[in-house]
């Protein structure tokens, strides 16, 4: 199963939300990566075929997802940004409304709500009303319903917003167990959401992908520009004006130790440090966009 996408391009009015960004995706879990309003949201409405595009193509084992219409609807598994949750129903009831408009059967959605209420570890809360969960347990429910119709593509729009750092982890976790044999694209702009699971990292600017690759390439491609420094007090505010600091804590002699994100070693005493994805999130969006 090969998904492509070819110069995919859309624009609202004068402003251009996604700029011509090609792609291949096979089985795997792809990460995207980007500050918000990068254009991640409209290229994922776009994967689900919620959004034409303006220009370009997607393209299901070389054939449009235009053409294919409800056929490729069939194979896909979406959990947008804002999902729309009904907090007056149980989750139970929630999953086999879901599962009907799927288009699944009666004698199969409750079966297959059942196992996946359980597969989230919902299965003790399913007679409980949508309104009495937490965010994360929404979330749960969320990647469930995606599940209903056990999908070869799954999308993921920023499914871990909100979510405290605990849950964050319980449901990369999810993630990942669901993932095998399908094409999983996952947005965020949380690094640690794509660092531990994602097999592929898609970076995401201005409507553009400036960067891509295995996590590992990404990471080494910093090499050289990750530094520590460690100053008094003045000097160490003049390098968090001059540079992007990552991170700074106090030593135990009173001085200030930085990592610092920048092309050429920045004082003559800085060592160079091993990058993270992290670092080059911030070096890619360091002016902020």
């Given at each position: 199963m090969e998904l492509a996408i070819d110069r995919l391009t859309r624009q609202f009015d004068a402003k251009i939300a996604v700029d011509r960004v090609s792609a291949t995706f096979v089985p795997g879990v792809y990460g995207l990566l980007g500050a918000n309003g990068a254009g991640k949201t409209t290229l994922m409405r776009m994967l689900c075929d919620v959004l034409r595009p303006t220009s370009g193509h997607i393209l299901l084992d070389g054939r449009d997802i235009c053409s294919l219409g409800s056929d490729y609807r069939a194979q896909l598994g979406y959990l947008p940004q804002d999902f729309g949750y009904y907090p007056e129903f149980t989750a139970l009831d929630f999953m086999e409304y879901m599962a009907s408009l799927k288009g699944i059967s009666r004698s199969s959605a409750r079966r297959r709500s059942l196992e996946l209420l359980d597969a989230v570890s919902l299965i003790g809360e399913?007679?409980?009303?949508?309104?009495?969960f937490s965010g994360g347990m929404k979330q749960r429910l969320g990647i469930a319903q995606a599940m209903l119709n056990e999908p070869k593509i799954l999308v993921l729009d920023e499914p871990t917003a909100g979510l405290d750092p605990k849950e964050r982890v319980r449901f990369r976790n999810l993630i990942a167990s669901f993932a095998q044999d399908k094409i999983v694209v996952l947005s965020t702009h949380i690094v640690s959401d794509v660092e531990h699971i994602a097999d592929h990292i898609i970076v995401m600017?201005?409507?553009?992908?400036i960067m891509e690759g295995k996590p590992e390439s990404i990471v080494h491609s910093m090499e050289?520009?990750?530094w520590e420094c460690v100053a008094a007090e003045r000097e160490a505010a003049d390098l968090e004006e001059r540079f992007t600091v990552a991170n700074a804590h106090y030593t135990a002699d009173g001085r200030t130790a930085l990592r610092i994100i920048a092309d050429e070693r920045p004082t003559l005493n800085a060592a160079p440090l091993a990058p993270t994805l992290e670092d080059v999130y911030l070096y890619m969006f360091r002016d902020g966009q």
């Open positions: 399913a007679r409980r009303k949508i309104k009495t600017r201005a409507g553009a992908f050289g520009r990750v």
